[in-house]
């Protein structure tokens, strides 16, 4: 099962240019989030920021573990809206800017699939980590983790951290990080 690999796709040229910003740092890790609805891209390629402030991510995994790049290379997504992190900032646009956002599309009463899990493993060591030297293990929170003030986000729901550590471990051993 590790070495399958999901199709990724980038559709970040149709993403409205207000739902990002220039990434002028080097990401040091992934933020996980759920979206809570279904057939999420157009509204995530929309005008939110300007119109409502909801947050965006740089990819989005569909429920059969298809990637797709909402963000072009080089910019960053506003997904955490205001947030804090080891004490690092209240500003949710640095610990944007911090971690690659990465939206896991499911309902709020479904339970991220196995497939999602395991793309999102394979994103992070197969892509993100060779291309911004990340070593293992990994840095990679919940939007729960981070959102202020504490309780104002509760995804990723219906994640099970445990089954994608599996997952992790798995792609990170096929890597050769471990």
Known sequence: MASRRYPSVDISGHTHPSNYGVRAMRPI????????????????????RATSGIS??????SREGDRHQLTPSGKFAYHFGKARWNYLSNDGDLLSKMYIGVELENLNDQMCTWMQM????????????????????FDIVGHYEVAIPIGRRSDPLGFNWGQFMGFLYARAKEAKFI
Do not use: C, K
């Open 56 to 61: 965006g991510a740089d990819y989005l995994i």
């Open 118 to 137: 395991d793309s999102l493993a394979e994103l992070i060591v197969s892509v993100l980590a060779p291309m911004y030297s990340w070593a293992f293990p």
């Open 29 to 48: 890790g992934t933020g996980v989030h759920t979206t809570g609805s279904a057939n999420s891209i157009p509204f995530l390629q929309s005008d939110r």
